[in-house]
């Protein structure tokens, strides 16, 4: 029989901590995005939404991040979540994954600046972002959000979470292809030459 309050109270510092770290994860994304609203598209630019796939286990992720923050205790499913209460190091490795993600995030923002979009299409002026994490990686953003699905699951061990790991790999990639081709195409042997001096999600691979 689980104590549902008990373990609501155990894991107070751990709820505390994922507020917070959600609150500054959604003023990033707002402050860029009112960012890059400065830089218009190119006239005649194909706009291309986010990958059903990446939609579906960003979301998915979300939801279990935000019913654990609210009350754990509802996620411990026979089958699917049996654990009690986190262990420390499971809290720890977690945490750790969860700002490493963040800091990530934001330093793409940054380097990306006005070039950012929720929907993939090109702006004026488009360059090759080579600076920051993107001298190592062509898609930080992508990597921040898998990093941050495979750390919530560390204190998290929920199948339906596990499950979307896989499936934001593949959303993500097909994103990355998408857009690859398409600055491929508008930048030309500059862009080429970034591709393959860069990782997609994981540098060096």
Same mark, same amino acid.
């Given at each position: 029989?689980?104590?549902?309050?008990? #373990?609501?109270?155990?894991?107070?510092? +751990?709820? @505390?901590? /994922? $507020?917070?770290?959600?609150?500054?994860?959604?003023?990033?994304?707002?402050?860029?995005?009112?960012?890059?609203?400065?830089?218009n598209a190119l006239p005649d630019s194909t706009f291309v939404n986010p990958h059903p796939y990446a939609v579906v286990a960003v979301s998915?992720?979300?939801?279990?991040?935000?019913?654990?923050?609210?009350?754990?205790?509802?996620?411990?499913?026979?089958?699917?979540?049996?654990?009690?209460?986190?262990?420390?190091?499971?809290?720890? #490795?977690?945490?750790?994954?969860?700002? +490493?993600? @963040?800091? /990530? $995030?934001?330093?793409?923002?940054q380097e990306l600046g006005e070039f950012y979009g929720v929907r993939l299409f090109l702006k004026e002026s488009h360059e090759t972002v080579?600076?920051?994490?993107?001298?190592?990686?062509?898609?930080?953003?992508?990597?921040?959000?898998?990093?941050?699905?495979?750390?919530?699951?560390v204190f998290v061990p929920q199948v339906g979470l596990a499950l979307m790991l896989p499936v934001a790999w593949i959303g993500f990639s097909?994103?990355?292809?998408?857009?690859?081709?398409?600055?491929?195409?508008?930048?030309?042997?500059?862009?080429?030459?970034?591709?393959?001096?860069?990782?997609?999600?994981?540098?060096?691979?």
């Open positions: 029989m689980i104590d549902h309050t008990a #373990v609501i109270s155990e894991l107070t510092t +751990l709820r @505390l901590f /994922l $507020l917070c770290w959600g609150c500054c994860a959604l003023a990033i994304r707002t402050f860029y995005a009112r960012r890059s609203a400065r830089r998915t992720w979300i939801l279990v991040l935000a019913l654990f923050t609210a009350r754990p205790d509802l996620l411990q499913i026979p089958g699917f979540y049996t654990q009690s209460v986190p262990s420390v190091y499971q809290q720890i #490795v977690g945490i750790t994954g969860l700002v +490493l993600g @963040l800091y /990530l $995030l934001a330093r793409a923002h080579s600076t920051g994490p993107y001298a190592l990686v062509r898609h930080p953003m992508y990597t921040a959000y898998m990093v941050w699905i495979l750390s919530t699951l097909k994103m990355a292809e998408v857009e690859e081709n398409m600055l491929t195409q508008a930048l030309g042997k500059d862009y080429g030459d970034y591709i393959g001096e860069t990782g997609r999600f994981i540098p060096w691979v």
